[in-house]
């Protein structure tokens, strides 16, 4: 049922939030204040990452782990854990999950081996302040001089990175 006003979600205290899809079709991501990620929408590509493709209309717990940030694209959510580690899930047509692959992952999967500091959608800043991008690149979108999607993160040659500005990445 469409809701004309805010409705609260849950009875948890929540940190961070992320919203990712279209008006018809969309994902929410949540941190509450014990590190607890959570997801609920749409699901037909693994973007909640609770292990199936089942749509949900109430928040879902994905793991046990701690999580300390969270950033949802348009069928795809990243995260970071408490360790520093990067996870992506959901929708991989063009490899915006940087796991190296085009397979749709329903499940959190960790990319790479680095420490991370701030992430978003296909971006991301390593604790040495290095910019990574990946994923979708047919405009050239991903700053790497070329127009050929990355399906692993790729880092860019550039000075170090560690500021944002509205949640949106500079470069």
Do not use: E, R
């Not at 795809?76 to 047509?93: E, F, K, P, Q, R």
């Not at 692959?101 to 040495?128: E, F, H, L, Q, Y």
């Amino acid at each position: 049922i469409d809701k004309s006003s805010p409705v609260k979600i849950g009875t948890s205290s929540w940190i961070k939030v992320g919203a990712g899809g279209d008006v018809n079709n969309g994902q929410m991501t949540a941190i509450d204040s014990t590190g607890a990620l959570y997801t609920w929408g749409i699901n037909t590509g693994g973007q909640l990452g609770d292990g199936t493709t089942i749509s949900k209309s109430s928040p879902v717990k994905i793991g046990n782990k701690s999580w300390s940030m969270v950033s949802t694209g348009l069928s795809h959510s990243v995260a970071i854990d408490s360790t520093g580690a990067l996870y992506t899930w959901g929708y991989n047509a063009v490899g915006q999950l940087g796991d190296g692959t085009i397979v749709n992952k329903s499940s959190p999967v960790k990319i790479g081996t680095s420490s991370w500091s701030m992430v978003s959608a296909g971006i991301a800043i390593d604790i040495n302040s290095n910019l990574y991008t990946w994923g979708n690149n047919t405009y050239g979108q991903l700053g790497d001089g070329t127009t050929i999607s990355k399906s692993s993160p790729v880092m860019l040659m550039t000075p170090m990175w560690s500021k944002t500005f509205g949640g949106i990445f500079y470069c």
